[in-house]
């Protein structure tokens, strides 16, 4: 097991001394090591990186807490000490949900077989995208008309009195629903086609 760090409190140029808050941080360290390494399951540096946040929040409330007994003060960083943990956890949870997101996403793209997507989409007809048309909002209905009669980015932009990178979003989206609507056609006259 490494050696415990040597707790340093460094005082800012031009301020008070702060020998009360050492005198404090050195007094209650051991408790917080001891707490918070049963919390990190042995991970040291984890302890060690909880420790000096929970005495990062007793300095900027050293004004407050100073003047609290010795009762008071330990059960505030106990408190704390659980709270900064918690955090640390969730982030971590956070983190590995968005992690897991952009894989099942990085997944979704490499089972995606160009020619599979354009084969089923082979199956659907101008008709039918007329149709599903009537199921987008009025928004995303009016700018996707507007690009498939051939107007550009900036001209629809002119037209709506909106961006470009709103007309851009627009069909976007337009294009994501309409793909949605029009799906469960193009595998149905996929299967019909394959009997």
Known sequence: ????????????????????????????????????????????????????????????????????????????????????????????????????????????FDGDDVAAQEELWGHVGEEDLKRALGFLSVRLRHTFELFLQGMTYARIAQETGVPSGTVGARLHHARLELREVLRETAERRRREWRR
């Open 1 to 108: 097991m490494s050696a415990r760090p040597e707790l340093r409190v460094v005082k800012p140029p031009g301020c008070a001394p702060v020998e009360e808050f050492e005198v404090f941080a050195r007094q209650f360290q051991p408790i917080l090591f001891a707490i918070l390494r049963k919390s990190c399951a042995g991970m040291e540096h984890e302890a060690e990186d909880l420790v000096h946040d929970v005495l990062l929040r007793a300095l900027l409330r050293w004004e407050d807490l100073q003047h609290w007994d010795a009762f008071k003060q330990r059960c505030w960083l106990g408190r704390v000490a659980k709270n900064c943990f918690l955090d640390r956890i969730r982030r971590r949870r956070s983190e590995a949900d968005r992690l897991r997101s952009l894989l099942n996403l990085q997944d979704e």
